[in-house]
Antibody, heavy 121, light 107 residues
């Protein structure tokens, strides 16, 4: 069965960096685009970034562009999110999600359980 | 704020029908998907491609879309349907913004 397991969250000071990982199993990881989605405490879902299956294309939400970098290692079935210059507003649960695609329909068909990032001094 | 607009809260009597809507320009070009999220849990896909249900999702969940508006309908709402619901669609920049979410209360 498809499994996505995030790790790497924790408490970090403003301005510092953190790298999140998402270990994938149960499917051919190299065949799917992957996303990061976050959710601040008590708030809604916010899309963060997408990476294509072969890492050739990456897109970011305006709120993180220039500070966050999405990457993947298909040999390790792992997705990453490098977060630099962190701010208080980056405090959130970060989810990785697999992109499903059928005939011009895009959607998130599997989600991890999330990892909490708290940015605080 | 989101490029997709949802009502913040909707309520429905047990066993009745409720519609949750999502408005946005991107919906004229791209299909909507819908996600159910209960407190402390990851979201679950309930509708994709405007009106398709993944396996395991009850058939009381359905979707539709017209113009710039997508809708999620629950026919015969159950107590376990009380959740937050989010719409999503990609845009021309390959971004995938979510709606702000709708909190559904089953009375």
């Amino acid at each position: 069965q498809v499994q996505l397991v995030e790790s790497g969250g924790g408490v970090v000071q403003p301005g510092r960096s953190l790298r999140l990982s998402c270990a994938a199993s149960g499917f051919t990881f190299s065949g799917y685009a992957m996303h990061w989605v976050r959710q601040a405490p008590g708030k809604g879902l916010e899309w963060v970034a997408i990476i294509s299956h072969d890492e050739t294309n990456k897109y970011y939400a305006d709120s993180v562009k220039g500070r966050f970098t999405i990457s993947r290692d298909n040999s390790k079935n792992t997705l990453y999110l490098q977060m630099n210059n962190l701010r208080g507003e980056d405090t959130a649960v970060y989810y990785c999600a697999r992109e499903g695609y059928i005939s011009g329909w895009w959607f998130f068909d599997y989600w991890g359980q999330g990892t909490l990032v708290t940015v605080s001094s | 704020s989101s490029e997709l607009t949802q009502d913040p809260a909707v309520s429905v009597a047990l066993g009745q029908t409720v519609r949750i809507t999502c408005q946005g320009d991107s919906l004229r070009s791209y299909s909507a998907s819908w996600y159910q999220q209960k407190p402390g849990q990851a979201p679950i896909l309930v509708i994709y491609g405007d009106n398709n249900r993944p396996s395991g999702i009850p058939d009381r969940f359905s979707g539709s879309s017209s113009g710039n508006t997508a809708s999620l309908t629950i026919t015969g709402a159950q107590a376990e349907d009380e959740s937050d619901y989010y719409c999503n669609s990609r845009d021309s920049n390959r971004h995938h913004p979510f709606g702000d979410g709708t909190k559904l209360t089953v009375l």
